[in-house]
């Protein structure tokens, strides 16, 4: 069982639609993040959120959008992507300033852009 | 540069054999270090976590060698279900994780 969810699991979307990922922890974590997973590629770190402010933003295209509405609510809102954003979304959290803590992963969310 | 590098497989074994994967890092300031593994269309778990010179649980033995920046994971008794991708995953300072590109390892009947 995780103790991040994620939802949805899936999501089909065109190039003109505006949908949201949605990631919850309640570990007490206060460092979020997301990754982007392609086919037999190691996670990708798009974006972390330390005590519910963006720290890190990887060079990400401005069509993906993170927000942090409280310590346990992470959400990606996605607008106008493109084929090649289709990949495996992951969310995960991890203690703030404990480099012994690792990351525990949500199940993720399959997003395919057609 | 930040690098993790780990074998790059696949490794194919029969049931029941030993194996071994190597993770090698950069940063010689990282304290910390794990294993995940990853299924296939599925999120990394978490495996073992390594924070002196190594690690046991049951068949997983993780290793770690300062001096010469390697882990390694040693599997005994391989089992099929042990079939998947596996990551070497380094906290890198602050909250970046550098992931290793992952080993594959099929366990065969």
């Known amino acids: 069982d995780t103790e991040v969810t994620q939802t949805p699991k899936h999501l089909v979307m065109g190039m003109t639609n505006k949908k949201s990922l949605k990631c919850e922890q309640h570990?007490?974590?206060?460092?979020m993040y997301w990754y982007k997973q392609k086919a037999k590629k190691p996670p990708e770190l798009m974006f972390v959120y330390s005590y519910e402010k963006l720290s890190i933003n990887e060079s990400v295209p401005s069509r993906f959008s993170p927000e942090c509405p409280n310590s346990s609510l992470l959400n990606l809102h996605l607008h106008a992507l493109q084929p090649e954003d289709s990949a495996l979304y992951l969310c995960?959290?991890?203690?703030?300033?404990?480099?012994?803590?690792?990351?525990?992963f949500g199940n993720g969310t399959r997003l395919t852009v057609t | 540069r930040k690098e993790v590098e780990q074998d790059p497989g696949p490794f194919n074994v029969p049931e029941g054999a030993t194996v071994a994967f190597n993770c090698t890092y950069s940063?010689?300031?990282?304290?910390?270090f794990f294993w995940y593994r990853q299924d296939c269309r599925k999120e990394p778990k978490l495996l073992m976590s390594v924070y002196s010179s190594g690690n046991e649980d049951g068949r997983f033995t993780a290793q770690l060698n300062r001096a010469s920046q390697y882990i390694s994971l040693l599997i005994r008794d391989s089992k099929l279900s042990d079939s998947a991708t596996y990551l070497c995953v380094v906290p890198w300072g602050g909250q970046n994780f550098v992931f290793g590109p992952g080993t594959r390892l099929s366990v065969l009947p």
């Open positions: 940063n010689s300031a990282s304290q910390s």
């Open positions: 995960a959290s991890s203690q703030e300033n404990r480099d012994n803590s690792p990351l525990h």
């Open positions: 570990m007490g974590h206060r460092a």
